[in-house]
């Protein structure tokens, strides 16, 4: 077989487009990383003067749109994981960011691909409407490690009050779901200050684009994790 032949050539060919590919992906990756911090940088800023126009305009602009869901009556539908404020909502918008769910399958089944920074992982921010009214928005990111556990960060704005059993206005919580599901959830209400509201919407995406990853939530939310940890050991 000489170097020329048709077969070298054409493995050339698969390999050269193997590389552009990847390459594609790394920056697509990258691009997207940025896309979901400067939505999530928007979003925090939002008020309870926010009128389902300005949503609209607001999701345009990142390529959003309004998500379609059945009556909040239909109670088999946990549309916020238990918030409640915000499953009264009867409008909801959401922006997507990350890699399409197609990529995120071939990410998940080729973990080698993490040398490359390529990991599964998605982010999302949504606001909750009720006649026509803010009643809360949310900002999430997800990613998955090669053994297949998930990394999940989420935060939740609330213009109303938290649905605790005291006056919080910042409220963090940390735990495992089914072995394999590391969650940090926060919610801050409309009363909390600009300084909690800042930590708690201060989002730090960049692990999932470096070959090692997110190792938990707390890489994600970082100033939050740390108020997790103070609020942990003063209570133990």
Same mark, same amino acid.
């Given at each position: 077989?000489?170097?020329?032949?048709?077969?070298?050539?054409?493995?050339?060919?698969?390999?050269?487009?193997?590389?552009?590919?990847?390459?594609?992906?790394?920056?697509?990756?990258?691009?997207?990383?940025?896309?979901?911090?400067?939505?999530?940088?928007?979003?925090?800023?939002?008020?309870?003067?926010?009128?389902?126009?300005?949503?609209?305009?607001?999701?345009?602009?990142?390529?959003?749109?309004?998500?379609?869901?059945?009556?909040?009556?239909?109670?088999?539908?946990?549309?916020?994981?238990?918030?409640?404020?915000?499953?009264?909502?009867?409008?909801?918008?959401?922006?997507?960011?990350?890699?399409?769910?197609?990529?995120?399958?071939?990410?998940?089944?080729?973990?080698?691909?993490?040398?490359?920074?390529?990991?599964?992982?998605?982010?999302?921010?949504?606001?909750?409407?009720?006649?026509?009214?803010?009643?809360?928005?949310?900002?999430?990111?997800?990613?998955?490690?090669?053994?297949?556990?998930?990394?999940?960060?989420?935060?939740?704005?609330?213009?109303?009050?938290?649905?605790?059993?005291?006056?919080?206005?910042?409220?963090?919580?940390?735990?495992?779901?089914?072995?394999?599901?590391?969650?940090? @959830?926060?919610?801050?209400?409309?009363?909390?200050?600009?300084? @909690?509201? @800042?930590?708690?919407?201060?989002?730090?995406?960049?692990?999932?684009?470096?070959?090692?990853?997110?190792?938990?939530?707390?890489?994600?939310?970082?100033?939050?994790?740390?108020?997790?940890?103070?609020?942990?050991?003063?209570?133990?």
């Amino acid at each position: 077989m000489t170097k020329n032949s048709p077969i070298h050539k054409i493995v050339g060919s698969v390999l050269v487009l193997v590389v552009l590919a990847l390459l594609g992906a790394i920056i697509l990756d990258h691009h997207e990383r940025r896309r979901a911090q400067h939505v999530a940088a928007q979003i925090k800023l939002l008020g309870i003067e926010t009128t389902g126009i300005d949503a609209t305009q607001i999701i345009q602009g990142f390529g959003g749109r309004k998500v379609e869901f059945p009556s909040p009556k239909d109670r088999s539908v946990n549309l916020v994981l238990g918030i409640s404020p915000c499953s009264d909502a009867d409008a909801v918008y959401a922006i997507s960011s990350g890699p399409k769910y197609k990529l995120n399958r071939i990410l998940a089944h080729f973990p080698g691909l993490d040398r490359l920074g390529l990991h599964p992982w998605d982010a999302s921010a949504s606001l909750f409407f009720k006649s026509q009214k803010l009643i809360c928005f949310s900002e999430t990111a997800r990613t998955w490690q090669p053994n297949g556990d998930a990394v999940f960060a989420q935060v939740y704005m609330i213009f109303s009050p938290l649905p605790t059993s005291d006056a919080k206005t910042y409220n963090v919580s940390s735990l495992r779901l089914r072995g394999n599901i590391y969650r940090l @959830e926060v919610s801050v209400s409309s009363k909390s200050t600009v300084e @909690e509201r @800042e930590r708690a919407f201060t989002l730090d995406l960049r692990c999932v684009t470096t070959s090692a990853g997110c190792a938990s939530p707390g890489e994600i939310m970082p100033l939050s994790w740390q108020r997790y940890l103070q609020t942990r050991a003063a209570t133990n």
